[in-house]
């Protein structure tokens, strides 16, 4: 069972043995039939482009695998197939079939992500695209060995500085140096991104796109169509608006309905007539949330990794808190109730532990995946 087996593989590593994956997939390559990627890099917004991307290519009638991380819920949320998740037995079938063609010490060695990359990529043989998103990384990320034919860069922004940098600069070159033939670069907050894209991709003599210059005046007609058949917040439309100029890139034809029920579950989703859930965890996903909910008050459902500027976040969010209840999470990272207490008693925002929903108040989850997993588990 691959369940069983990830199990045994650590999560989160103080280290990571960078050379270990183009090792690996070097040794195995000849084995795998690779399809045409299209790698999605970036800090925010990378599940939700690249589910634009991959519902609309498979409307249009190809076939089309999207892998994204973290899970909500379940393992097979990652591994997405022809417009839906894969079931249970087929991953673990794929598991039982790939685990055979790998040497045992490689088998051992590999992280969970790393092996759970390689699986997507066998389970994804035979479609025509993968757009496959990369984890909390780029030039140095699992996803980043396999050849691509595009690369999409979402919005930049600070986030796992332990392993990308602290700095705008460090986190963007790493992202940016996973470019291998193209990119389309998305709106970015910070300018020194629209640098570092421009010198790289001169560099790696790359073609370099922004969003806007692939996208025509019925490509914009089509875009307001679309977000308001499938009522977008402005951050996804930007993420829809890339999609379709990755679409343009590829020379491939879409129409309005090609998107119909292409968003990701658990970004602004509502859950319940008073819950709406959003996985998001950093700076900018606040930010976003705030431009789109400003003028309402909600109860905050939150908690924090240890890792995280949940200082910040808060202070940035405290516009559209009336008070917030803090959900325990069972994770080894996760920030202590003493501080995000004090961090709130500082903003003079109102706090307790989460207990229940209540029909008379409206809720908004946010903090991270573990976050929306903890309050979904409860809410069932």
């Given at each position: 069972m691959l369940e069983d087996f990830l199990n045994k593989k650590p999560l989160y590593y103080d280290e990571i043995d960078y050379t270990r994956m183009p090792r690996v997939y070097e040794h195995i390559k000849s084995k795998l039939k690779i399809p045409k990627i299209i790698h999605i890099v970036g800090t925010n917004g990378k599940g939700t482009t690249g589910r634009f991307l991959a519902t609309a290519l498979y409307n249009i009638g190809y076939s089309v695998g999207h892998y994204t991380s973290p899970h909500i819920l379940n393992f097979n949320e990652r591994i997405w197939l022809n417009n839906k998740n894969i079931s249970q037995d087929n991953?673990?079938?794929?598991?039982?079939?790939?685990?055979?063609?790998?040497?045992?010490?490689?088998?051992?060695?590999?992280?969970?992500?790393?092996?759970?990359?390689?699986?997507?990529?066998?389970i994804y043989q035979n479609v025509?695209?993968?757009?496959?998103?990369?984890?909390?990384?780029?030039?140095?990320?699992?996803?980043?060995?396999?050849?691509?034919?595009?690369?999409?860069?979402?919005?930049?922004?600070?986030d796992h500085e332990v392993f990308l940098g602290s700095t705008i600069k460090d986190i963007a070159t790493t992202k940016l140096n996973a470019i291998q033939k193209s990119v389309i670069e998305e709106k970015q907050k910070y300018y020194e991104v629209y640098d570092i894209a421009d010198k790289i991709s001169k560099s790696k003599n790359t073609d370099l796109f922004q969003t806007n210059s692939l996208l025509s005046d019925i490509d914009k007609?089509?875009?307001?169509?679309?977000?308001?058949?499938?009522?977008?917040?402005?951050?996804?439309?930007?993420?829809?608006?890339?999609?379709?100029?990755?679409?343009n890139y590829l020379n491939i034809s879409y129409k309005v309905e090609n998107f119909d029920n292409s968003r990701l579950f658990g970004r602004l989703t509502q859950i319940k007539?008073?819950?709406?859930?959003?996985?998001?965890?950093?700076?900018?996903?606040?930010?976003?949330?705030?431009?789109?909910?400003?003028?309402?008050?909600?109860?905050?459902?939150?908690?924090?990794?240890?890792?995280?500027?949940?200082?910040?976040?808060?202070?940035?969010?405290?516009?559209?808190?009336?008070?917030?209840?803090?959900?325990?999470?069972?994770?080894?990272?996760?920030?202590?109730?003493?501080?995000?207490?004090?961090?709130?008693?500082?903003?003079?925002?109102?706090?307790?532990?989460?207990?229940?929903?209540?029909?008379?108040?409206?809720?908004?989850?946010?903090?991270?995946?573990?976050?929306?997993?903890?309050?979904?588990?409860?809410?069932?």
């Open positions: 991953l673990n079938q794929a598991h039982e079939k790939f685990i055979k063609i790998l040497d045992e010490v490689f088998v051992n060695s590999l992280s969970y992500f790393e092996y759970t990359t390689l699986l997507a990529i066998y025509d695209y993968v757009v496959l998103e990369a984890g909390l990384g780029g030039e140095y990320d699992a996803t980043s060995v396999f050849t691509n034919i595009l690369t999409v860069l979402t919005p930049i922004d600070i007609q089509n875009i307001d169509l679309i977000a308001k058949r499938n009522n977008l917040v402005p951050y996804l439309i930007d993420n829809l608006s890339t999609s379709i100029a990755a679409l007539e008073n819950v709406i859930l959003d996985v998001g965890h950093n700076v900018l996903a606040a930010k976003s949330i705030v431009d789109t909910l400003k003028g309402k008050k909600f109860t905050l459902i939150y908690n924090s990794f240890k890792d995280k500027e949940y200082e910040k976040i808060l202070k940035i969010l405290k516009p559209i808190i009336s008070e917030v209840e803090i959900i325990d999470i069972d994770n080894q990272r996760v920030q202590t109730y003493e501080n995000i207490e004090k961090a709130l008693n500082l903003l003079e925002i109102k706090h307790k532990r989460f207990f229940e929903v209540l029909d008379n108040k409206e809720y908004l989850v946010f903090g991270s995946f573990s976050v929306a997993e903890a309050f979904l588990r409860g809410l069932k």
